[in-house]
């Protein structure tokens, strides 16, 4: 098992990487704090892990079983009313502490109930999902979506705890572990090379789920989100360079209603839209670009926006996203591989000019 | 005018106390600083206020109003929605600053909004009841309420100022009036005996809502928030003090359906059964309670829950309260008049014996 910390001062907290930590008696109530947990999984995952999760937490605690609908859709204040309903008529308190069991829907879902019940209790991340376990469940972001702009109302919340339990990756369907991957990439792209070219020499032990590869490219991915949230924990700045490929994915899954496209497939489009603009920019090469495209494509990703979106749906979606300043729209962009950073000198017209290939009329 | 200042190291704010703040230009442009301003009021604030507070904004700025119906039975996510609605219709971004005006219910959910909004932006409380002006303005604490408990749904989230204009508590209904002295006399017995006895040589001025005793007692309650909350931001300890009453107070609301009694009366209700069993536990005397009772009356305020409630009611209620902590409950009472404290050895059975002579069978 290896053992990362995310330094945030008094908020700080460990994240724990390893085989079988969803039954891991020790680790888990050793951050269990009040004698009530609420688990919160959903409907997928609660029948593979929530007997194992309940056998392994300590004797003489009260726990109550929440099971929320399984996809992006659900993602809502309705949805999370359910955690609160849960919660109340079992009577949890502020010493409550409330597990995540589940992909980024549930730890999102969940995290923003710790966050709000009660006006914040205690609560652990055990991510079942690649993308989940090295984006969603490290940072403390916390979040629901509304149908006019995705995880637009949430708090920064951080939990006590993140445990990673790898063993969880050998049954994820096909879909969700490239969506998983995806977001491993974008860490490389955005802040280290030297990962980004190990992971595609590692290519095929990605896709065929090789532990140790897969174990490591987790630490690694883990590691520098854990170094980027330190920096700016309310990403007042650098925190930004983590939604690379997001202004657009967001839009993506916004316009195509959320759940038809994963999080992370639309990311993966999002990135290479990134990667064009910055290579019209200059600042990567065609090259670059082709070469992410294929590797992309080789672990099942798309690489295109659906082609069905018009300029005019593209911009209305960007002109809410959250990294927008007074009118003033900001970009992940490439200076170079594993180098990212914030523009906002991309004119509306630029940005209309730059999407109309990729779109309907 | 009068300014104090809420210590909370980044977070502190001002609160500034005076006749015509609503209309202060200066005042209100200082705290804004983005270029956009959402202001939520209700059906009642609305025609009243909106247009002066709208005409008092600096120029330029992109200004969206959003009206909530009025009463404590809206206080809901349900309700809160439409706030993100309008906010996204328009496409507020990170930077835009929410305007709370109207009394606890407006400054409870538009606080909460501004904190889930985005995952937060800034917001300024313009309170516009006694109640909102010297208790849920100041101290950022932000909630909805869920069927089984008050207050259960929100964020410990303060505001960038809070401009209290009195010449607002003239036309102000009189029950929303009383409603509001009882948290002033809140204060007087939970920390100042002397300021509780300046309030009582003056029922007459508070009763004829004269200004200059007012604006005094609005002051002396604020200060006395602000030190509170500056010890105890996120009621760890002291803090809880401020609940004098209001776990009796929650569980009458609650009861009884939100907004048919209104939260200063239902506090006021139960700061006499709070007082009562500080009575029976020897702390102040049978006296001391009976001018209490006296009192409060004479200001129109109820000074007994309502006759129909049963002891499991009140008992199911209070299971629930957020100073529970692992099943055990904790009351506010009093070792003293103007001497408040957290205790936690009132047994149920002791409770029972308690409620039971106000209660139905």
């Not at 629901?144 to 708090?155: C, S, T, Y």
Request: glycine letters at 8%; aromatic letters at 6%.
């Amino acid at each position: 098992m290896k053992t990362l910390q995310v330094e945030l001062g008094e908020r700080s907290y460990p994240i724990y990487i390893g085989p079988g930590l969803l039954d891991d008696v020790q680790r888990l109530g050793k951050h269990i704090q009040g004698r009530q947990v609420l688990i919160v999984s959903n409907e997928t995952v609660a029948p593979l892990y929530v007997e194992s999760v309940k056998a392994a937490l300590p004797q003489g605690l009260q726990v109550t079983d929440v099971t929320l609908p399984d996809g992006e859709q659900h993602k809502t204040l309705a949805v999370l009313e359910k955690i609160f309903d849960a919660a109340l008529a079992e009577n949890h308190n502020r010493s409550t502490t409330i597990l995540a069991l589940g992909g980024g829907v549930v730890g999102d879902m969940a995290g923003f109930a710790a966050a709000s019940y009660q006006r914040g209790v205690n609560f652990i991340q055990l991510p079942t999902t690649l993308l989940a376990q090295v984006d969603s469940s490290v940072g403390g972001k916390t979040a629901v979506n509304h149908p006019l702009g995705k995880n637009m109302i949430g708090a920064f919340y951080q939990p006590q705890a993140v445990l990673i339990d790898t063993n969880v990756l050998t049954t994820l369907p096909p879909r969700e572990y490239a969506a998983g991957l995806a977001e491993v990439i974008k860490y490389g792209l955005i802040c280290d090379a030297d990962f980004y070219q190990w992971l595609r020499t590692r290519r095929d032990a990605l896709k065929s789920r090789d532990p140790k590869t897969l174990s490591e490219a987790i630490e690694r991915s883990c590691a520098a989100k854990a170094q980027v949230v330190a920096a700016d924990e309310r990403e007042g700045g650098i925190r930004a360079i983590l939604n690379l490929g997001h202004t657009f994915g967001h839009a993506i899954e916004a316009q195509q209603g959320y759940g038809n496209w994963l999080h992370g497939e639309a990311v993966a489009a999002g990135m290479v839209l990134a990667a064009r603009l910055s290579a019209e920019r200059g600042d990567i090469t065609a090259g670059e670009v082709d070469a992410l495209v294929e590797w992309l494509e080789y672990q099942n990703l798309p690489v295109a926006p659906p082609p069905d979106m018009t300029v005019e749906q593209w911009l209305a979606h960007m002109a809410r996203d959250k990294k927008v300043i007074d009118g003033r729209l900001r970009l992940v962009l490439l200076r170079a591989i594993g180098d990212a950073c914030v523009v906002d000198d991309v004119s509306t017209a630029a940005l209309e000019a730059f999407l109309a290939p990729f779109c309907a009329c």
